[in-house]
């Protein structure tokens, strides 16, 4: 698989996340690699986080570090200790657990193994536990016990994506480092990057809008583009009309003449649902209501732009609150999982109301008194 068997080796490989990376090469850049002794990386899935905790692992546990112009450390590679990373098979002295294997139990022998010195040329003990927010509440209070105390051999990385699973004080106990979704642009550089190594020559010959579109409906997840990339090349589509076809994705232009559709209430609007997900529209057409406003002032500066056009035209639009109190709706009603039924019962309500007729009742006439 793409995302896993190209995953980026080194800080410099990794995309976005800027302030993150220049806080990790900045412990990088001597022999001592001082990272904070508990680290909880913080993202929704896809963004980086379990990418950097093998990277920050391989790093300090090198057995040749490799200084590089930028002036801090890259693992080598090649050594037992990085390969050992790369294949995902770990040595003695880099720990990779899951939160599905981490019952209670399994959380109090950490603690005889973090307070253990390197026993198989390791700098440190890194103990790298994925998907933290999943440990049970009964591991969740061990783990409170067991990163309150300071170790000098031993870093603790919890890769989560969510902090308040934990409580404030299991929190303070550590560094927080937030991996925000990646934008359009940036799983696009990934994107490049990964063909460069695949496709060196250019031979897959892929329109650059399909790439774009891939990136715009990974919702700021590197490895979820990475995931359609693989599928567009196993299936050998390159265009945007196929890619369109065959995963149902919507492009800009599609999506804003959709919601434009709904708008106004066209039936055509049912035609074009029929040709993507209807999550994948819910999230489209959110973003697209969400940013209208934004999409007005910023195209003050350039009224020709289409955006602008169709924004002005949209929030101008009779229907508009009813549309945004519609979506408020769908999110209340389906909580934590999109459901299809709940947005074609809202999407149909919508489509369907008409203006209530207000009967308007004439004053009574008042008789006049008789002397």
């Given at each position: 698989m ?18 993150n990376?220049?806080s990790?090469t900045?412990?990088?850049s ?15 899935t ?7 905790a093998?990277?920050?692992?391989s ?19 090649t ?16 720990h ?6 981490m019952d ?13 010195t390197?026993?198989?040329?390791g ?18 209070g ?9 170790r ?5 990385i919890?890769?989560t ?10 929190i303070?106990?550590g560094?927080?480092y ?8 940036e799983?696009?550089?990934a994107?490049?990057k990964?063909?460069d190594?695949?496709?060196p020559?250019e031979?897959l ?25 693989e599928?567009c ?28 559709k ?8 049912f035609?074009d649902?029929a040709?993507v ?18 999409e007005?002032i910023?195209?003050?500066l350039?009224?020709?732009n289409?955006?602008y056009k169709?924004s002005k ?6 229907n508009f609150e ?15 999982y ?11 309500n919508f ?13 009574a006439?008042?008789?006049p008194?008789s002397n």
């Amino acid at each position: 698989m793409l995302a896993t068997d190209t995953r980026p080796r080194k800080f410099s490989d990794v995309v976005g996340h800027e302030k993150n990376m220049k806080s990790f090469t900045k412990k990088a850049s001597t022999l001592e690699f001082d990272f904070p002794d508990v680290m909880f990386l913080t993202g929704n899935t896809g963004s980086g986080k379990t990418t950097s905790a093998f990277i920050i692992a391989s790093t300090i546990n090198c057995k040749d570090p490799v200084m590089n112009e930028q002036g801090y450390y890259d693992p080598c590679g090649t050594c037992p200790s990085c390969q050992s990373v790369i294949k995902e098979t770990f040595n003695k002295d880099i720990h990779f657990f899951r939160s599905s294997e981490m019952d209670k139990d399994a959380m109090v022998e950490l603690d005889e193994l973090a307070a253990s010195t390197p026993m198989w040329g390791g700098r440190k003990q890194v103990i790298i536990i994925d998907e933290a927010q999943n440990l049970t509440k009964g591991s969740k209070g061990v783990a409170l016990n067991l990163l309150e105390h300071k170790r000098k051999n031993c870093i603790f990385i919890l890769c989560t994506m969510d902090a308040s699973a934990f409580d404030k004080a299991t929190i303070s106990r550590g560094q927080v480092y937030d991996f925000k979704p990646l934008s359009s642009s940036e799983i696009i550089e990934a994107i490049a990057k990964q063909l460069d190594i695949i496709d060196p020559d250019e031979k897959l010959p892929f329109e650059p809008d399909a790439l774009a579109l891939l990136a715009q409906n990974s919702y700021g997840s590197a490895r979820q583009a990475l995931a359609y990339l693989e599928r567009c090349i196993d299936s050998e589509l390159y265009t945007v009309v196929d890619v369109e076809k065959e995963l149902s994705f919507l492009s800009d232009a599609k999506a804003y003449k959709m919601v434009d559709k709904l708008l106004n209430k066209r039936a055509d609007f049912f035609t074009d649902l029929a040709t993507v997900k209807n999550v994948a529209f819910y999230n489209y057409a959110w973003a697209v209501l969400s940013n209208i406003k934004k999409e007005l002032i910023v195209g003050e500066l350039d009224q020709d732009n289409w955006k602008y056009k169709s924004s002005k035209k949209m929030i101008n639009n009779p229907n508009f609150e009813a549309l945004c109190k519609t979506f408020i709706d769908i999110n209340r009603d389906c909580e934590y999982y999109f459901k299809d039924y709940i947005f074609d019962y809202h999407i149909g309500n919508f489509m369907y109301n008409k203006a209530p007729i207000v009967e308007v009742r004439k004053p009574a006439t008042r008789m006049p008194r008789s002397n």
